[in-house]
């Protein structure tokens, strides 16, 4: 991570990385999500639920059940900015989301002003991401095709967000605050989920990401992810690996050694 880029990152809370999946991987990937997006599509009529309803489908077990997604866990185009802006990572959550027409996502971050532990900080010159998210654009999204918005500059905000939760009811004054991320395919978003944001697909394609998340490893595993979920792989990865490193469980007592970046 260039310094240019640590700065751009510290004052937007976020940063696109383009052409960081090789054309091949990319293909492949997509071959099997393919698969997968046949599956949301029976998903999408069953009644909803925390990982899907009729217009957003997310599969949190792929990652168990597809050998192919592991090299993504340590991209080794991501894994310096991983190293580089979360103390001690662990990988939070990986799943694959597939977002229809009018699928959407309320206004929310991390961030609070009074609970100062969970947040965004940089002390002496490092960045210390609590939760920085990595999504990958699978298909390119053009505007109006669900790319997330963010309000650069919120994880420093001072006070409570105050505005509605969905983008369609907002005001102008406040709708003028988020930055539509348009992507490439084989691109990566970076942000701090401490920034606010939102989405929504307002286009007949369909929005196919790859959600992944590395999470300070002293905290617990989020809310969609539990301790257990990479258990097995974590089993099967070989020793001293990165992809070890990062499936281990949040402990509190952390002694597993972090691996050096170049392997
Ligand atoms: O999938 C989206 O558009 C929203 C993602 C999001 O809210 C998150 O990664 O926290």
Redesign the pocket.
């Known amino acids: 991570m260039t310094p240019q880029e640590k700065y751009i990152f510290d004052i937007r809370g976020y940063l696109i990385i383009e052409d960081v999946i090789e054309p091949d991987y990319l293909e492949a990937l997509n071959d099997r999500l393919d698969r997968w997006e046949e599956k949301a599509m029976e998903k999408r009529s069953l009644p909803a639920s925390r990982t899907h309803n009729s217009k957003?489908v997310c599969f949190f077990e792929i990652l168990n059940e597809e050998p192919l997604f592991l090299d993504l866990v340590t991209n080794p185009k991501i894994l310096p900015y991983v190293d580089a802006m979360v103390h001690r990572p662990i990988v939070e959550q990986f799943s694959a989301?597939f977002?229809w027409k009018g699928g959407?996502?309320g206004v929310?971050a991390g961030h609070t002003p009074y609970q100062a532990i969970n947040s965004y900080q940089v002390s002496e010159g490092r960045i210390y991401n609590n939760h920085l998210?990595v999504?990958y654009a699978m298909k390119d999204i053009g505007p109006g095709e669900?790319?997330?918005q963010i309000v650069p500059g919120s994880h420093k905000a001072n006070l409570r967000w105050e505005g509605v939760g969905h983008l369609p009811d907002m005001e102008p004054s406040v709708r003028e605050l988020f930055v539509e991320l348009t992507m490439k395919a084989g691109s990566a978003l970076l942000?701090t989920?401490d920034a606010i944001?939102?989405?929504i697909n307002e286009s007949e394609k369909v929005?196919r990401?790859i959600?992944t998340?590395y999470n300070f490893g002293l905290f617990a595993r989020g809310w969609l992810a539990d301790h257990a979920d990479y258990e097995r792989l974590f089993n099967e990865a070989p020793e001293g690996t990165w992809l070890k490193y990062l499936l281990r469980r949040p402990e509190y007592m952390d002694l597993i050694p972090k691996p050096d970046l170049e392997q």
């Open positions: 957003n989301c977002r959407d996502t929310h998210r999504v669900g790319g997330i942000f989920h944001h939102a989405s929005r990401l959600h998340a």
